[in-house]
């Protein structure tokens, strides 16, 4: 039985739209464009593809969350062994967490994750999917970190941490379908977060 929150149908076009300043194109050129690289702290990368250019474009960023899949399906064995050859040095830890949900086990991992920032670089390896980690993450985060994302089709977002992006976050979640521990959730996020 599954746990946590479920994304309800009617968030998903909300949700499916940038949160953060929409960069065009794919590959390093894009990320080689994001003006925010370098000006904000921490940096997290959500997603493969993201944290691959992000690697490939010199930048080490403070977390990754990653499932060595893509949009498409199985990464290509050469991006999942330079990626691999990056987070070397990373702890890593995984986690199982279903697509259109956010699991207990996620949002506990992630809030652990955010705490230690600065003091050691984190790979979290999702079994499932990664998406919804990036909702979490803009009210666990402090003022200011960076996070990358795809956006499927389009390019990569680059969402810098703002009070009004926090003030977003409990509405959303109050939307989400609740199941076995969804409070438990809703908790964690709005009582570790920075607000």
Known sequence: MERGLK????????LAKPHGRLYRGKGL?????????????PLVCVGDMVSY??????????????????????????????????????E????????????P?????????VKE???????????GEEDLATLALVYLLPYNSLILYGQPGEGVVALVVT???????PGILEKMERLEDGEKVIKLILDEGIL
Do not use: C, W
Not at 61 to 68: G, Y
Not at 77 to 90: C, G, Q
Not at 92 to 103: E, H, S
Not at 163 to 169: A, V
């Open 7 to 14: 994304l309800p149908e009617s968030l998903r076009a909300f």
């Open 29 to 41: 050129e894009t990320i080689q464009k994001i003006e925010e690289l370098g000006k904000h702290t």
């Open 53 to 90: 250019y992000a690697f490939k474009a010199g930048f080490i960023p403070d977390m990754v969350i990653i499932d060595l899949k893509t949009v498409r399906g199985e990464l290509d064995s050469e991006k999942v062994s330079f990626i691999k050859s990056r987070i070397e040095d990373y």
């Open 92 to 103: 890593k830890r995984r986690v199982r967490n279903p697509p259109a949900f956010l699991t």
């Open 105 to 113: 086990e996620l949002t506990s991992i992630l809030a652990e994750s």
């Open 117 to 127: 920032l600065g003091k050691k670089k984190i790979a979290l390896v999702v079994e």
């Open 163 to 169: 009070r009004e992006q926090k003030n977003i976050i």
